[in-house]
């Protein structure tokens, strides 16, 4: 079965065809059809939790709504010789790429393609082909439907309106309308891959990895590993202007086709159609791509902790909610809360994605300042991945562990903030390396320090938070707005 991607243009509605290997193509395409899984002999993760809710708006009534079917999608796979794979999609315009790529790029990585003797630049090489081939292969399964749409366009006469249409012609645009549903969407991805003993964080878009460990010096540390693909982001502003387009239109606009990313995976209107966008329109390549952002691996040898990948529904609930300034502090605290309590990683996950929902619906319903910010929240998705961390019952995996009901905890406000105690100094030194150094006094008398070093590779940027560390657990040195500590 051919391979192909097409692009149409208003002009000749012509179709350009992108190849990826024949045979696995083929099997791709069959598999597709037929909706077997790549993935359905791989084993899952133990050592993960994954919690979810799906979109809601909040209606004047009281009655609330679910906009659409969840969009997002994720995997938790164990692969061989002590290799693991974490991913959160955020899907829109339905769920057809995420759940597209979270089996694809599973089967690009865990069909033994990594192998423990591959040095950090092959792994960051392996991950970076598996993200432009799963977009290749995501193209080819809707290059049938891209090309009959091409037809029914050349077929159909311009400027008519529908009910000036012929019954026949009336039927082509209906199964137009289809088609355009059937081609239309995208997903944004964070992936997780530990590979001998070292974490790597992959990112296209506007999900979230954070990394909360341990360090000797007995200092627990919140790592936001890489920034959102926005128009916020200077790298990608500058990355967009390096192509020929307005920094500043960017900037104001915010959405680009819909969507605040810069790269997304899919939404082939924006790849193959940008010329139409007048956003876009004057880039001399395509301005919004799949590549990822690869960070320099982390060392996990002696690491205690969790790994957090969330969605941009979840992230943007909290923002939305108190703001973004503490969002990655409040949401560890939370998690390090459950852990403290629960012995099943799949309710701790659950039980903050509740919390966050339950958040964001009492500002709305507080009528406050915020309240006009939380309508409504998109899909939320927390997948939790621990590192040697010891659950409430003393199991260091959930299969050992006993599975407790949900239990929420008390509310938790936003660690107060004093303008008049904080110290900054910044550093930047000719190679592009930056750091931000923040204190600030806490009660307790512990010191947190924020460092906002750029990353090694491909000029993303790590934010690193640490706390004083106290007692045999991770204490995060938080509190929940009354001076009792939640670790």
Same mark, same amino acid.
Request: with cysteine; proline share 5%; charged share 20%.
């Given at each position: 079965?051919?391979?192909?991607?097409?692009?149409?243009?208003?002009?000749?509605?012509?179709?350009?065809?992108?190849?990826?290997?024949?045979?696995?193509?083929?099997?791709?395409?069959?598999?597709?059809?037929?909706?077997?899984?790549?993935?359905?002999?791989?084993?899952?993760?133990?050592?993960?939790?994954?919690?979810?809710?799906?979109?809601?708006?909040?209606?004047?009534?009281?009655?609330?709504?679910?906009?659409?079917?969840?969009?997002?999608?994720?995997?938790?796979?164990?692969?061989?010789?002590?290799?693991?794979?974490?991913?959160?999609?955020?899907?829109?315009?339905?769920?057809?790429?995420?759940?597209?790529?979270?089996?694809?790029?599973?089967?690009?990585?865990?069909?033994?393609?990594?192998?423990?003797?591959?040095?950090?630049?092959?792994?960051?090489?392996?991950?970076?082909?598996?993200?432009?081939?799963?977009? %290749?292969?995501?193209?080819?399964? /809707?290059?049938?439907?891209? +090309?009959? =749409?091409?037809?029914? @366009?050349?077929?159909? &006469? #311009?400027?008519?309106?529908?009910?000036?249409?012929?019954?026949?012609?009336?039927?082509?645009?209906?199964?137009?309308?289809?088609?355009?549903?059937?081609?239309?969407?995208?997903?944004?991805?964070?992936?997780?891959?530990?590979?001998?003993?070292?974490?790597?964080?992959?990112?296209?878009?506007?999900?979230?990895?954070?990394?909360?460990?341990?360090?000797?010096?007995?200092?627990?540390?919140?790592?936001?590993?890489?920034?959102?693909?926005?128009?916020?982001?200077?790298?990608?502003?500058?990355?967009?202007?390096?192509?020929?387009?307005?920094?500043?239109?960017?900037?104001?606009?915010?959405?680009?086709?819909?969507?605040?990313?810069?790269?997304?995976?899919?939404?082939?209107?924006? %790849?193959?159609?940008?010329?139409? /966008?007048?956003?876009?329109? +004057?880039? =001399?390549?395509?301005? @919004?791509?799949?590549? &990822? #952002?690869?960070?320099?691996?982390?060392?996990?040898?002696?690491?205690?902790?969790?790994?957090?990948?969330?969605?941009?529904?979840?992230?943007?609930?909290?923002?939305?909610?108190?703001?973004?300034?503490?969002?990655?502090?409040?949401?560890?605290?939370?998690?390090?809360?459950?852990?403290?309590?629960?012995?099943?990683?799949?309710?701790?996950?659950?039980?903050?994605?509740?919390?966050?929902?339950?958040?964001?619906?009492?500002?709305?319903?507080?009528?406050?300042?915020?309240?006009?910010?939380?309508?409504?929240?998109?899909?939320?998705?927390?997948?939790?991945?621990?590192?040697?961390?010891?659950?409430?019952?003393?199991?260091?995996?959930?299969?050992?562990?006993?599975?407790?009901?949900?239990?929420?905890?008390?509310? /938790?406000?936003?660690?107060?903030?004093?303008?008049?105690?904080?110290?900054?100094?910044?550093?930047?030194?000719?190679?592009?390396?930056?750091?931000?150094?923040?204190?600030?006094?806490?009660?307790?008398?512990?010191?947190?320090?924020?460092?906002?070093?750029?990353?090694?590779?491909?000029?993303?940027?790590?934010?690193?938070?640490?706390?004083?560390?106290?007692?045999?657990?991770?204490?995060?040195?938080?509190?929940?707005?009354?001076?009792?500590?939640?670790?």
């Amino acid at each position: 079965m051919r391979n192909r991607c097409a692009r149409l243009t208003p002009m000749n509605a012509s179709v350009v065809v992108h190849r990826v290997p024949s045979k696995m193509a083929s099997q791709r395409r069959q598999m597709m059809q037929s909706h077997q899984s790549w993935t359905d002999d791989l084993p899952l993760c133990q050592m993960c939790g994954v919690g979810t809710a799906p979109n809601c708006t909040y209606g004047p009534d009281g009655k609330d709504t679910q906009s659409h079917p969840n969009e997002d999608g994720h995997f938790r796979f164990r692969g061989e010789e002590g290799c693991f794979l974490y991913g959160v999609f955020n899907g829109f315009d339905g769920s057809r790429v995420s759940s597209f790529v979270s089996q694809c790029l599973t089967a690009e990585l865990l069909l033994g393609q990594l192998k423990s003797t591959h040095t950090d630049s092959d792994v960051r090489r392996i991950l970076s082909q598996a993200f432009d081939v799963v977009e %290749k292969s995501y193209f080819e399964t /809707i290059g049938d439907a891209l +090309a009959e =749409k091409a037809t029914i @366009i050349s077929q159909l &006469p #311009e400027g008519v309106l529908f009910h000036q249409l012929s019954p026949q012609s009336q039927k082509l645009s209906e199964r137009l309308k289809d088609l355009e549903q059937e081609v239309s969407g995208g997903a944004t991805a964070v992936v997780a891959l530990i590979h001998n003993n070292k974490l790597y964080i992959a990112n296209v878009g506007t999900n979230r990895a954070l990394l909360c460990k341990s360090t000797s010096d007995g200092q627990n540390q919140v790592i936001q590993i890489g920034r959102p693909h926005t128009t916020e982001n200077e790298d990608e502003l500058q990355r967009l202007a390096g192509l020929g387009l307005d920094v500043s239109g960017l900037r104001q606009a915010a959405l680009i086709a819909g969507q605040s990313s810069t790269r997304r995976i899919g939404d082939y209107r924006v %790849k193959y159609n940008y010329t139409d /966008i007048d956003l876009l329109s +004057a880039a =001399k390549n395509k301005p @919004i791509i799949a590549e &990822p #952002e690869i960070q320099a691996s982390q060392s996990l040898e002696g690491v205690t902790g969790f790994l957090l990948l969330m969605s941009e529904g979840l992230i943007k609930a909290l923002e939305s909610a108190h703001g973004p300034e503490q969002a990655n502090q409040e949401m560890v605290a939370m998690v390090a809360a459950e852990l403290a309590q629960q012995g099943s990683l799949e309710a701790v996950a659950q039980s903050v994605v509740e919390r966050v929902k339950r958040l964001h619906h009492d500002v709305y319903a507080s009528g406050r300042q915020r309240a006009s910010h939380c309508s409504r929240h998109e899909d939320m998705t927390l997948l939790i991945r621990t590192l040697n961390y010891t659950l409430a019952d003393g199991a260091l995996t959930p299969t050992q562990a006993r599975v407790p009901p949900p239990r929420s905890i008390p509310p /938790i406000t936003r660690p107060p903030r004093a303008p008049a105690l904080l110290q900054e100094t910044e550093a930047a030194s000719s190679d592009s390396v930056a750091a931000r150094r923040c204190s600030q006094t806490r009660p307790g008398g512990s010191l947190p320090m924020l460092t906002s070093p750029s990353s090694t590779g491909c000029g993303g940027q790590t934010t690193e938070t640490s706390w004083g560390h106290r007692g045999p657990q991770l204490g995060w040195g938080l509190s929940d707005g009354g001076g009792h500590d939640l670790g």
